[in-house]
């Protein structure tokens, strides 16, 4: 159910309370371990807070009990049938007029990276995901020309805001980083479409957006802005 490199273990006490050396390394490596033991896949939630035992590298101080969490990424596995209430929600939106529509919580935590930030996502992974897809649907869209917007350069505003950081370094530019085994399809959605990975349900799920919204039931500005 989980990859085990998914599995990111963290600490509420970043820094030793003796010493205050910056980091606190876990003196168990073998404690994730059951974190991705497919007997508990939900016993085990990323909401679930654990203990175990720390001890800091510099001063060889043992810090006991210190609380834990983790981060579970699981394979993208939403339907036809997921995406296809999302786009009638958002068809109604425009439709109805309607000034707000709750897409659920989204719960991530702050990762400082050297000088970059990265959000790990607790709670919304699927949801993130599935709508990245249909962005990457409108953009592609707008830029092949086989759809009609009156808002200048739409495409260009949507992959700067959401899907890429162009000035980051090229294995990092595309914003969303799902589970490995789904990273090489994601990717392969941002090149030539003969590249497209068919078999994987990223690729099924961005070209059911692709043809839905081609079809223009709302225009692609109002389905933007829902």
């Given amino acids: ?10 600490y509420r006490t970043p820094k030793c309370p ?11 490596p073998n404690f994730a371990v059951m974190f991705v ?28 009990d210190k609380s834990i969490h983790t981060v579970y990424q699981r394979k993208y596995d939403w339907k036809y049938e ?31 990276i050297g000088g970059k ?7 919304g992974q ?14 592609n869209l707008i830029a092949n020309e086989k759809v009609n917007v009156e808002e200048n350069r739409l495409d260009e505003q949507i992959a700067q805001r959401f899907l890429i950081a162009p ?9 969303l980083i799902p589970v490995k085994s789904d990273r090489d399809a994601l990717y392969r959605l941002f090149g030539a479409e003969e590249d497209y990975d068919r078999s994987s349900n990223l690729t099924i799920n961005y070209q059911f957006f ?17």
């Fill in 1 to 10: 159910e989980f990859e085990m490199e998914q599995c990111h273990i963290e």
């Fill in 18 to 28: 003796l010493c205050y050396h910056p980091k606190i390394i876990m003196a168990d």
């Fill in 37 to 64: 033991n497919k007997e508990y896949p939900y016993k085990y939630t990323c909401m679930s807070h654990k203990k175990a035992d720390f001890y800091c590298p510099d001063c060889g101080k043992i810090c006991r």
């Fill in 82 to 112: 997921n995406c296809r209430q999302l786009y009638d929600d958002l068809v109604k939106i425009a439709k109805n007029d309607r000034q707000s529509h709750f897409f659920g919580s989204i719960v991530s935590e702050v990762v400082p």
């Fill in 117 to 123: 930030i990265v959000y790990h996502v607790i709670d």
């Fill in 126 to 139: 699927q949801r993130l995901t599935t709508i990245t897809l249909m962005l990457l649907a409108i953009k």
């Fill in 167 to 175: 000035y980051a370094e090229e294995n990092d530019r595309i914003k």
């Fill in 210 to 226: 692709y043809d839905t919204i081609m079809r223009e039931e709302v225009p692609v500005i109002d389905l933007y802005h829902a």
